[in-house]
Structure formats: structure tokens, C-alpha cells
């Protein structure tokens, strides 16, 4: 297992500004997953984000939107940019303790809220 | 499109009783099986996994396998309030991406 503590909670932004979210993981992880969860709906991956190389996008979310950063094996943050009403979701960290296994653990999650 | 559906409910059950939870998947190639709980408002959590065609226990739960018919199911016993969430299921093809499905409400009447 592992514990993840992602932040912010819950923000609520204005049309046309960024922010950022903080992913950190208290073990060392290969792979870090970015997934967004829309009211109702289920979980869909954005990106795959590996430790000294960019990060992989799922078709339809592209990096200048959500740039990824990872600098090390215990972190992570996503930037949601240009932010606009339809990006209003709750954006959850995810990680893969046991590579390959496809058993992931969620943190808390960020619900943004844009106005 | 790689796909995973359920019913979206709510499946509503008594308490005690059996919720049956159902899903199915439209990649022949998956070969891992996952189902998540989410309680309103809180991320989700896994429960229970499944490689093998079959049954798999643990506790309340049974999660059962069927490749042929590329079908999955949870299988809560003994029903309780607390087990009133959403249950996701998911799917995987080893390195490839976890797919969820849109979840299954549940709803355990007292």
C-alpha cells in the first residue's frame, strides 16, 4: 500500500488562471498516475508521470493544458492551466506500489471548482 | 475503445442480504481485474482484485471471473449500511492502462 497526501482539498478559481496541484507519496514509486473525475462520472487517466522524463498523455489532454512535473520518486504536482468552467473535476493522484500490477492507491483527490 | 460497463443503479439491497454487482469488459486482451470503493466524497479504494477465471474470497466479498464471457462480479455478503458507496470497476492489460467503469451505486437499507 501508500499513503498519499495531495493538496490543495478544494479550491475554487477564477476563469483564466492556473493552479496547481501537489502530489507526495511517503515511499518510492516508479510510476505516478494523474486521473480527473467529473461530476457523476467515472475516472479518467490524464497522464502517466515517470521520474527524469516527460510525461505520457492520454489522447485528448496535452501537456500545455496539464503540464506535469516530476522531480523525484516521492512527488508529483499537475497544473490545470487556463482554466476554464468545463475544467471544474476532481483531480486525483495515483500510484502503482507493485509495478505492473495495476493496483493503485488514490489519494484524497482536488476538487477545483472554476467560476 | 477499450471499454468497461456497468449499471449505474442504485442497486438498492436490505441489510443482510446479498448485493450482486455486475460488470462487463470489451478488451479480450485484459487480464487483471479490479473493484474499487467510493464513498461520496472520498477517493477510491481497492477492494478486492482478480486474475484467475473463478471465484476469489475475501471476508464479505466474492469476486467472480468469467474471460469467456468477459464478465466480472462482486458479490457482497451480509449487506451493511457501511457498504453503501460506489463500486468501480476496473480493468487492466498488464502494462497497459487502468480502464475504469462508471460504477455501480449501491444502497444497503437498514
Known amino acids: 500500500s501508500a499513503v498519499i497526501s495531495q493538496k490543495p482539498s478544494r479550491d475554487i478559481c477564477q476563469r483564466g488562471t492556473s493552479l496547481t496541484i501537489q502530489c507526495q507519496v511517503d515511499s518510492q514509486v516508479t510510476m505516478m498516475f494523474w486521473y480527473r473525475q467529473q461530476p457523476g462520472q467515472s475516472l479518467t487517466l490524464i497522464a502517466t508521470a515517470n521520474q527524469g522524463s516527460e510525461a505520457t498523455y492520454e489522447s485528448g489532454f496535452v501537456i500545455d493544458k496539464f503540464p506535469i512535473s516530476r522531480p523525484n520518486l516521492t512527488f508529483s504536482t499537475l497544473t490545470v492551466s487556463n482554466m476554464s468552467p468545463e475544467d471544474s473535476s476532481i483531480y486525483l493522484c495515483?500510484?502503482?506500489?507493485?509495478?505492473?500490477?495495476?493496483?493503485?492507491?488514490f489519494g484524497e483527490g482536488s476538487r477545483l471548482t472554476v467560476l | 475503445q477499450k471499454e468497461v460497463e456497468q449499471n449505474s443503479g442504485p442497486l438498492s439491497v436490505p441489510e443482510g442480504a446479498i448485493a450482486s454487482l455486475n460488470c462487463t469488459y470489451s478488451d479480450r486482451g485484459s487480464q487483471s481485474f479490479f473493484w474499487y470503493r467510493q464513498y461520496s466524497g472520498k477517493s477510491p479504494e481497492l477492494i478486492m482484485f482478480?486474475?484467475?477465471?473463478g471465484d476469489k474470497e475475501d471476508g464479505r466479498f466474492t469476486a467472480q471471473l468469467n474471460k469467456a464471457s468477459q464478465y466480472v462480479s462482486l458479490l457482497i455478503r451480509d449487506s451493511q449500511p457501511s457498504d453503501s458507496a460506489t463500486y468501480l470497476c476496473a480493468v487492466s492489460g498488464g502494462y497497459q492502462k487502468v480502464t475504469f467503469g462508471t460504477g455501480t451505486k449501491l444502497q444497503v437499507i437498514p
Open positions: 495515483s500510484v502503482e506500489p507493485d509495478a505492473n500490477t495495476g493496483e493503485l492507491f
Open positions: 482478480i486474475y484467475s477465471n
